[in-house]
């Protein structure tokens, strides 16, 4: 990457820069690898956040599916740490994860998971294991809520045979040909995933994150204090792909003692740590055993660090110094937080990281944790919060004596509670997906580079002011 006929004096957001458009021979999009460099197999360069209002076993999956990583939190107790990555494990990579249902179960049950929306849908299952039925999501949206779903299940059991399916684009076809939007697929009668049209679709486009057995690779987050060995090789016999040693300051005694506590253990696994904002927390980091360093402190939606502390530092600029540090210790970097569009995961990417970590902008979305909720306005939104907020602090450390509790609740800091209304046009993190890579496929494009490694490369990046920043964004009123 290189500046545009200038050199900045102060540290740089991402708002404050822009890429200039290079002479390209990229003809298309899709000539372009978002492939990561950085260990985690990843084909695309996006990561979920372990924030526990993010990141949980169904959208693990999800991104997993579509060649991302996400990474479950810390926060969990080791046994459900244990159960989730078992789960994702397990989840079919060529179809989609059910939603399964008893036919006893009613409407306002099912709506509690997807919302009304098309491509959406559940499938119901009878006490014997056996296929029952499928309603697509939007049936759902027309029924009363008290309805019975297997009263809702109407004419012949629509479904998919796996063994017809032999590719994505032969499951887009059959579909077509059976006029169907989503359906079960079935393997002997037993529900071995679902599709639709899309995501059908989206299987011809994306690479899934697998790992050397085929299954779905995730990551998972240990703390610095404790035994952290311990907890590390319990998720390391559970299948864990690659493991985050995480702590909002990440340049710290504590954080290089659980480095080395991991490294020691010789799992023959990643490990990125962080959070860290300067090259020389990046060579302490690495020189303990991290890989791959989390960048950025007090950038997210969610956090309010530099409010109440003062501390951070603006993440394009934490990004590049950071990145540059990285390639000449033979690690990588994932930025952290401050993302809010696509343009930004793109400035991320050409500052030098090898993936950009998504927190909030993921939390509204049909697989992130919680209860799908609506509100007066019949609006669908779920429950975020930050990491250091009263709300995690009680989850954290929810063993401790009343005492205890009290005392580190009594320096929270973030948001405990933000309602994050789900985009009608986009409810599930696949769509999210879809926008974020192609803003970023079409960057590539206009910097003439097919690669991540040539993207870096050959970036042009500017500074910009305010009013420059705003004239990029789309007018929200007519002419």
């Known amino acids: 990457m290189e500046f545009y006929r200038t050199a900045p004096t102060h540290d740089l957001t991402y708002s404050d820069v822009f890429l200039v458009p290079s002479r390209s021979g990229v003809t298309s999009r899709l000539d372009v690898s978002l492939a990561t460099d950085d260990g985690s197999g990843a084909s695309v360069p996006i990561v979920s956040a372990n924030m526990n209002s993010v990141t949980g076993p169904r959208l693990a999956a999800t991104l997993a599916r579509r060649g991302g990583l ?41 709506l509690l998971v997807p919302p009304a929306a098309a491509g959406h849908g559940v499938v119901l299952e009878d006490a014997d294991g056996g296929f029952a039925g499928c309603i697509p999501a939007e049936r759902l949206g027309t029924a009363l809520p008290d309805a019975r779903l297997g009263d809702l299940v109407h004419g012949d059991l629509a479904s998919i045979d796996a063994d017809e399916v032999d590719s994505p684009r032969r499951a887009f076809d059959l579909m077509v040909d059976a006029g169907l939007e989503f359906a079960p697929v079935l393997r ?18 994306y690479a899934p994150n697998v790992d050397r057995d085929g299954r779905l690779r995730v990551a998972a987050a240990v703390g610095i204090n404790g035994d952290v060995a311990a907890k590390a090789k319990a998720l390391a ?61 007090g950038p997210g939606a969610m956090c309010t660090t530099r409010m109440m502390t003062a501390v951070g530092r603006p993440q394009f600029s934490a990004v590049l110094e950071t990145a540059e540090a990285a390639r000449e210790h033979g690690a990588h970097v994932w930025a952290d937080g401050g993302v809010r569009y696509p343009r930004d995961v793109a400035l991320a990417l050409a500052a030098g990281a090898s993936a950009v970590m998504i927190g909030s ?17 019949g609006r669908a939104f779920k429950e975020s919060w930050g990491m250091a907020s009263t709300k995690a602090v009680r989850e954290r450390f929810d063993r401790l004596s009343p005492y205890e509790l009290a005392r580190r609740e009594l320096f929270a800091e973030g948001i405990s509670s933000s309602s994050i209304y789900l ?24 910097a003439g580079a097919r690669s991540l490694a040539e993207f870096r490369d050959r970036a042009r990046v500017g500074i910009q002011s305010a009013a420059g920043y705003e004239e990029g964004k789309a007018l929200p009123v007519s002419w």
């Open 70 to 110: 996400s990474v479950l939190p810390q926060d969990l107790h080791l046994q459900e740490l244990d159960q989730a990555i078992r789960w994702v494990k397990s989840q079919p990579v060529a179809y989609d994860t059910p939603h399964v249902f008893s036919p006893d179960a009613t409407a306002a049950d099912a």
């Open 188 to 205: 002997h009668g037993r529900i071995v995933g679902t599709l639709s049209r899309r995501s059908a679709l989206r299987g011809t486009i």
């Open 237 to 297: 016999d559970a299948g864990v792909d690659l493991l985050v040693v995480d702590t909002a300051h990440g340049h710290q005694e504590g954080m290089l003692r659980a480095i080395r506590a991991v490294r020691e253990l010789g799992l023959d696994l990643p490990i990125a740590a962080g959070n860290i904002v300067t090259a020389d927390g990046v060579a302490d980091l690495v020189d303990a055993g991290a890989s791959v360093l989390k960048v950025g402190v």
């Open 361 to 377: 902008w993921f939390a509204g979305t049909i697989e992130a944790p919680g209860t799908l909720r609506v509100d007066d306005a």
């Open 423 to 446: 985009d009608p046009l986009r409810p599930s993190v696949e769509d999210l997906l879809d926008m974020i890579t192609s803003g970023v496929r079409s960057s590539f494009t206009y």
